[in-house]
């Protein structure tokens, strides 16, 4: 029974290049949230997605960040243009439709800007 | 949500049981207490939950006062494997809803010694 799975779990990227995250969440689940936690920092939620619909993006920052959670595929988080202060931890959280318990989380995928 | 007010660190001697509490005064009635930890560069790990009773599972219990405006995660025998920075949440459970979404604070670091 495999969890949530993000790739990849390492990414650098150049000043300016961009960045996309990828979450595969558990089966049968169909909501998706996106976390960020930067060095030292706590988890800040960023986007909160169900196949095909954002539902909630108030922690997304105004510009260079999207996300999607298309009906076939994975979710994705897109970084254009990264710059220094991207590098952080992005962490992907999945649940059911209809859940009484928690989230799952993936291992998350940290990303170094260069 | 209801915010929640949390020790930053605790000491925990190794095999002896730690309890770590949480207040959260302003809980609404439809607003269930959630705790999860994050194990260092890990995603965070759902733990347990509860509304108004007590509850156990394999990794803890939960302790809720009668006035819901305090609660206890306790693990019965701590490891050093436990050693992790463990979030208290309060949210309502019910999916689907805009800003249903967990919101971590800083939580408490959890120090299990041997």
């Known amino acids: 029974n495999a969890g949530v799975m993000q790739n990849p779990r390492h990414l650098v990227r150049r000043r300016g290049q961009e960045a996309r995250l990828r979450c595969s969440p558990m089966?049968?689940?169909?909501?998706v949230y996106w976390y960020r936690q930067l060095p030292e920092e706590g988890l800040k939620f960023m986007v909160y997605?169900?196949?095909?619909?954002?539902?909630?993006e108030s922690g997304m920052p105004k510009e260079r960040f999207s996300a999607e959670f298309p009906k076939e595929g994975p979710s994705i988080l897109r970084i254009q243009q990264v710059v220094r202060g991207d590098s952080a931890a992005y962490f992907c959280?999945?649940?059911?439709?209809?859940?009484?318990?928690?989230?799952?989380f993936g291992s998350g995928t940290r990303l170094t800007v260069v | 949500d209801a915010k929640t007010t949390q020790p930053t660190s605790m000491d925990c001697a190794e095999g002896r049981a730690a309890n770590l509490p949480c207040n959260h005064s302003?809980?609404?009635?439809?607003?269930?207490v959630y705790w999860y930890r994050q194990i260092h560069s890990q995603g965070p790990q759902y733990i347990i939950h509860g509304l108004k009773n007590n509850e156990t599972n394999e990794m803890a219990s939960l302790i809720i006062t009668e006035d819901r405006k305090s609660s206890t995660l306790i693990l019965p025998h701590a490891t050093l494997r436990d050693t992790a920075v463990y979030y208290c949440i309060v949210r309502v459970s019910l999916l689907g809803e805009y800003g249903n979404k967990l919101v971590f604070g800083a939580g408490t670091i959890l120090r299990v010694k041997s």
């Open positions: 089966k049968g689940h169909s909501h």
């Open positions: 997605l169900q196949k095909e619909n954002i539902i909630d």
């Open positions: 302003t809980i609404s009635g439809n607003e269930y």
């Open positions: 959280a999945s649940s059911p439709q209809m859940q009484g318990g928690g989230y799952t």
